[in-house]
């Protein structure tokens, strides 16, 4: 199971009006996999991530050429209602950027989206994407107050539950750490791990420790293009291309 | 050294004198008014209807009046200046030729003295849709005149909202409406609702404009069709007519109270929703 492909991009070009941000990307991401994309800030890594739940469309004078599959779907077609597709791919930014209300009301902000009106349902999702996030301890007794009273750890650990409640297949992960201190980048770490038996994760750092620690496979970006693709072990030890060696051995970045 | 720490300190009480200045106006205004106006204020000049014009009695129908009028015109203008914000921030594409027009439109309608206002509202609303002086003609007028106020306000409210939370909702399967209704609109609710608040000091204080167009009448309105005094206008026909001005006052004071309640209440209605965010 482990290896089937849940998310395949074929020749996937984006543009920010006349500015080309991605050249013919051709990815294949594997379920229940953890793929972290790493390069140099600009290379487009956010852009490609971006374009797998079609958050890039909201931003005016963005084009995408190409296309992306998730299990085979094409993404791109007329068809497709890029609302309903964000309910299947999740996706967790750079700032955690908590919603103002209570920690209860922003874990249960996408199941009363999605229709879940059922308050006991609603509890139940709440307190079980809490502590899939290994946030529920912490905030049990306080899940009524406003969430903007925690930690920058908390909140992230806070927005994953929230991305969790929607039960999505695939998450995306736009620089999770990048705010975060040490010890809440140590626990995001160990909740990705758990997280990659039931979950596709794809994580954005430009951190290749934190690359190497995490993932399974690695791509390497560089002005727009995907470089080198490999699994992750192989990639660090081994890279074929001199310029992710250049970069992975930390010569320029 | 001692130089720029001098000129410093002049500079610091020159701030200070000004400050003192602003608050010594203040509160020499409102101390004046309540001195006056303390005399003839009690629940009888508050809950009894003016008799002789306004010489005897209280001012309870013109209370009335106040409320209704300005009841109306938020009901016109709350709605519109809203939509109109969330569609120019929202929806509209920001270089679009139609939101510039719209914006501009805005932006100089909130410079026009309330009195032309009150003259096309005379034209517009008593003559030619002849509605007669009434609360109607005049509640409309006022909304229009407010509209520009609470649109602007909106809109700045509706900017200053977290790009990040729009992103959040909207990649977690909301709709763009979704968006709107449950994240951007509550989020900006203190701004909108600092625009309805100053909306309604300028209904209160408006004279000219509401003459015009609600008249002036001392009975008790019974419904939207009939005429009405408000307690502004009243105040200024007491005092300009010579009747009163001891009454003058006391209705003068009566409306500090009012504004003072009503700023009051919305910074605690802004102070329960802000609770959160804070
Ligand atoms: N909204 C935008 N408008 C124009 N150019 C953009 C926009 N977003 C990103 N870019 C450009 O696209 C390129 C890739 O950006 P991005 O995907 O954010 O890179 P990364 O995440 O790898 O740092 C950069 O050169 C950036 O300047
Ligand atoms: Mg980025």
Redesign the pocket.
């Known amino acids: 199971m482990a290896n089937d492909v849940k998310i395949k991009s074929t020749d996937l070009k ?1 543009f ?2 006349d ?1 080309q ?2 050249y013919e990307i051709n990815m294949e991401i594997k379920e229940n996999n953890v793929t972290a ?1 790493i ?12 374009s797998i739940n079609r958050l ?1 469309e909201l ?1 005016e ?2 084009s995408t050429k190409g296309q992306i599959y998730i299990d085979e779907i094409p993404l791109y077609d007329k068809d497709i209602d890029p609302v309903n597709l964000r309910k299947n791919v999740g996706m967790v930014f750079q700032q955690p950027s908590v919603f103002p209300m209570s920690i209860y009301d922003n874990v249960a902000y996408g199941p009363r989206i999605h229709g879940v009106k059922d308050k006991a349902i609603l509890d139940e999702i709440v307190e079980k994407s809490l502590k899939a996030a290994n946030l529920w301890n912490e905030v049990k007794d306080r899940i009524k107050s406003p969430a903007t009273g925690m930690s920058g750890g908390q909140r992230q650990r806070l927005v994953m539950a929230r991305v969790l409640a929607v039960e999505p297949q695939v998450i995306l992960m ?2 999770p750490a990048s705010a975060l201190d040490p010890i809440s980048t140590a626990k995001l770490e160990e909740l990705i791990s758990e997280l990659k038996n039931s979950y596709t994760i794809v994580i ?1 750092t ?1 951190n290749m420790q934190q690359a190497a620690r995490v993932s399974d496979y690695t791509g390497f ?1 560089l002005n ?1 293009a995907l470089v080198e693709f490999n699994r992750t072990d192989e990639l660090f030890v081994n890279p074929r291309d001199k310029r992710t060696e250049d970069y992975i051995t930390g010569r320029f970045g | 050294m001692k130089a720029t720490n001098r000129l410093e300190k002049i500079i610091n009480l020159c701030f200070w004198l000004s400050a003192s200045v602003i608050a010594g106006i203040f509160i020499i205004i409102i101390g004046y008014i309540a001195v006056k106006g303390f005399s003839v204020v009690n629940l009888d000049f508050i809950f009894t209807a003016p008799t002789r014009a306004g010489k005897e009695g209280g001012i309870s129908t013109t209370i009335i009046g106040t409320v209704y009028l300005t009841a109306v015109a938020l009901l016109f203008a709350v709605p519109l200046g809203v939509s109109t914000a969330i569609y120019l921030e929202e929806y509209a594409r920001r270089k679009s030729r139609f939101a510039r027009l719209v914006n501009l439109t805005a932006e100089t309608l909130a410079g026009i003295p309330s009195i032309i206002f009150g003259l096309f509202g005379f034209v517009f609303f008593v003559i030619f849709l002849n509605l007669g002086w009434s609360i109607l003609s005049g509640g409309m007028t006022l909304a229009i005149m407010i509209l520009p106020t609470i649109t602007r306000t909106a809109q700045e409210a509706i900017l200053n909202v977290p790009h990040e939370y729009r992103e959040n909702s909207l990649a977690l399967g909301a709709s763009k409406w979704q968006t709107i209704s449950k994240i951007t609109i509550p989020s900006a609710a203190p701004g909108i609702i600092t625009g309805i608040i100053l909306s309604i000091g300028r209904v209160v204080g408006e004279t000219a404009a509401i003459i015009l167009t609600a008249g002036s009448s001392l009975g008790m309105p019974l419904s939207l069709s009939d005429p009405v005094r408000t307690m502004a206008v009243h105040l200024y026909i007491l005092a300009l007519e010579g009747i009163s001005l001891e009454r003058a006052f006391g209705t003068a004071f009566v409306i500090v109270i009012l504004i003072i309640i009503i700023n009051y209440m919305a910074h605690l209605s802004l102070r329960r929703l802000s609770h959160l965010s804070s």
């Not at chain 1, 487009?44 to 991530?49: V, Y």
């Open positions: 984006v920010y009006h500015f941000a991605l994309l390069g140099p800030s600009g290379c487009g890594k956010s852009t490609f991530l971006r890039n931003i004078g963005t736009d620089e954005v430009h970006f727009g």
